[in-house]
Structure formats: C-alpha cells, structure tokens
C-alpha cells in the first residue's frame, strides 16, 4: 500500500487535536464548513470510481482533488490520508449492499455470501487488504449473521466462529477468481479457452513428468471449468452443509 501523502507535521497536529479519536468519531462530530461541497460521501465516492476504473494505486490524494475540483489539501479535513481514506472507500461500498432478510441462518449466510462475491467482482481493489478495515457498515455484516445465528443453540464463539468460515470461503474463492481476471486482462485474454491456449506451453512441460495423473484427468474430463459461479455456489454450499452437521443446526 503507498504511503500517506501528507506531511508528518500535519498528521501529528491532527493526532494531538483528535485525541486518539477514530475516523468515524471525527466525522460523526464534524460540523459541515461554511459554502463547502466538499463531503465525505462525495470523497469516497469520487475515491471508489478511480479505484474501479484503474486500481487502488492509483487513488492517491492530489488525484482525488483533481477529480473533485477542489484545492489539494481539502480532503485532508475528513481524513489524514491514504489508509483512512480507504476505510472511507470501503465504508462507502458496504453502505450499498443489501443485506439480506433474515429467512434462516442458512438461507441468510447463503444470499449474504453470493452477495459479497458480487459486491467485491464489482469493486475488485478490495480482495487483499481493503478486505479488514473495519468500518460501520461493514459491521452490519457480523451483525447480521450473528443476529441470525442466535437461538440456534450456539455460543457466542461458535457462532463468530460459523462467521468467520463463511466469511474465509467467499474472500479466498473471490480473490482467487479476482487473480485470474487480472491476469487474463494483462495478457489479453478474452475467455478460459484463450487462458488455456496461453498456459499451455507450462501446462504440457509439467504434465509430461507424469507426476500428476489425477489433474490431468480433471483437465480432459471437467465441463464446469470456467462455470465460476457454478464452482463458488458449490464450494459454499459445502460449506454449510459442513456448518450445518458440526455445529448441529
């Protein structure tokens, strides 16, 4: 992640006036300046439409005013920099999800997972590290699982514990799927049959040792190879099946 494009003097004059205080307990008691249109929605949502377009690198403060009109040092009045405006940006995403009606923990945690996958294909920048910033309406999402999980029998550590699985699944399955889109898009291919036409050259020089008899048989026999929704719903419905016998629910 780049660093902080803000002088060390200005951060620690804002640290000693905030008190320790967090991002969201500064701007939950921040009065709006006089004539400004300037505004933290309007900042992370300038801020996500770069990072879609062209990858979080390239969300970097000047560019943000650039992109919002304003002088370079106006954002700097709601957050400190680039890792806060990030948990801005994540927020900002979180807040446009929608959060399924409780219908059953299992039915929630499935529409709730299909969802995420959909929100982070949407803003890929967020597979890594954006991913544990914690912010207010990423918390709706515990929230509601947990408020789900509740009169199951479980407790309170099974049931972060059940969270946490679903959760690990969706982000591995996601950032993976992410991995190869990106790396399709660097060598310009268009679909999984162009993919395998360019690793073929690998693919062919390791499968002739021999030594992995049963992926190649995968490779002549699968049709669902580049069916990824088909491959995330399966493995997550492995998952609950598996929640589902241990924790007995």
Sequence with gaps: MPAQERPAKQGEKEGKEGGGATLWERLE????????TLSPHRIAASAVRVADAEGLDAVT???LATELGVAPMAAYRYVSGKDELIELMVDFVYGELALPEETGWRETMRTLALRLRAMVLQHPW??????FALTPHQLTVPERVLATLRGQGLGADAMMAVFRTVSAYVHGAVDSEIALLRLMQERGWSDGDDTRAGLAPQMSSVMRTGRYP??????????RKDDMTWQFETGLDCVLDGIATRMGI
Excluded: K, L
Aim: hydrophobic residues 45%; glycine residues 4%.
């Design 29 to 36: 008691r921040q009065a709006a300046a006089p004539r400004s």
């Design 61 to 63: 403060m000047r560019r």
């Design 126 to 131: 967020m597979a890594g590290t954006a991913v």
């Design 214 to 223: 049963a992926y190649e048989a995968y490779m002549r026999e699968a049709t």
